[in-house]
């Protein structure tokens, strides 16, 4: 669509919006007409999904590194020129090693590049997105079960996942006029969960679409900031403690 951007309907910010979780979402979001700012680090992708979601509502779309500064930046001026942000969803993530390494055996240089993309970034393109966040915004960081759970193979990808919620859990206590969620979406037929596990058959996981509307759930609703699994919301409707 071609609509100027209009500072009365909901915006969002996606990282990572050109495949799996973060598309799924993109996909819902444009279905009710929420403008949106997408990212991701490879431009075809991304602006195949920039086409497809601009059918149904105003979209903008900004590849690059979500751990650059200058991308940051660039989200933030992007998100003040479509009116402001009513919702920011952290999705974006390195896996890092593939296939997983034992933690003794962890690649240093990739486990500090994993949380810079998985804590850092998210961090600090917050900070960049505060000005241009509307009254009582919603800010998602896409967390993990591996963030709480010890699995063989997921030490690097869990510790930056625990790294962040613990990062946004204070986030949450420090900035109680936003509503700020951890959320683990649960394992998915993912191109990620695939490059974890090459050659393991996925098939019988779920694909990224049944963890939306837990996500949605946090987005429209009114459950307080906290860490929630997704696909349990709607069952105990509830924040998950840890």
């Given at each position: 669509?071609?609509?100027?951007?209009?500072?009365?309907?909901?915006?969002?910010?996606?990282?990572?919006?050109?495949r799996g979780l973060?598309?799924?979402?993109?996909?819902?979001?444009?279905?009710?007409?929420?403008?949106?700012?997408?990212?991701?680090?490879?431009?075809?992708?991304?602006?195949?999904?920039?086409?497809?979601?601009?059918?149904?509502?105003?979209?903008?779309?900004?590849?690059?590194?979500?751990?650059?500064?200058?991308?940051?930046r660039a989200l933030a001026d992007a998100a003040l020129r479509l009116g402001g942000l009513d919702v920011v969803v952290?999705?974006?993530s390195n896996?890092?090693?593939?296939?997983?390494?034992?933690?003794?055996?962890?690649?240093?240089?990739v486990l500090r590049q994993v949380f810079e993309v998985n804590v850092v970034a998210p961090v600090a393109l917050t900070q960049a997105l505060l000005p241009v966040l509307r009254p009582e915004a919603r800010i998602?960081?896409?967390?993990?079960?591996?963030?709480?759970?010890?699995?063989?193979?997921?030490?690097?990808?869990?510790?930056?996942?625990?790294?962040?919620d613990q990062a946004f859990g204070v986030l949450?206590?420090?900035?109680?006029?936003?509503?700020?969620?951890?959320v683990d979406p649960g394992d998915m037929r993912t191109q990620m969960h695939e490059a974890a596990e090459p050659g393991v058959d996925l098939s019988d996981l779920p694909p990224p679409e049944a963890s939306v509307p837990g996500l949605r759930a946090l987005?429209?609703?009114e459950l307080p900031s906290g860490r929630y699994v997704a696909r349990a919301i709607d069952a105990v409707d509830v924040a998950v403690s840890r």
């Open positions: 669509m071609t609509e100027t951007p209009s500072t009365t309907l909901p915006s969002a910010l996606i990282t990572g919006a050109s973060g598309l799924a979402l993109a996909r819902d979001l444009a279905a009710d007409g929420w403008q949106l700012l997408i990212d991701g680090r490879d431009p075809t992708a991304l602006f195949a999904a920039a086409t497809e979601l601009g059918e149904r509502t105003v979209v903008r779309a900004l590849p690059g590194d979500v751990a650059d500064p200058a991308h940051q952290h999705n974006a896996l890092g090693a593939s296939p997983l390494p034992a933690m003794a055996d962890y690649p240093v240089d998602l960081a896409v967390s993990s079960d591996a963030a709480v759970e010890a699995y063989p193979g997921w030490g690097g990808y869990g510790a930056s996942k625990a790294a962040l949450a206590v420090e900035r109680p006029d936003l509503r700020v969620y951890r987005i429209s609703g």
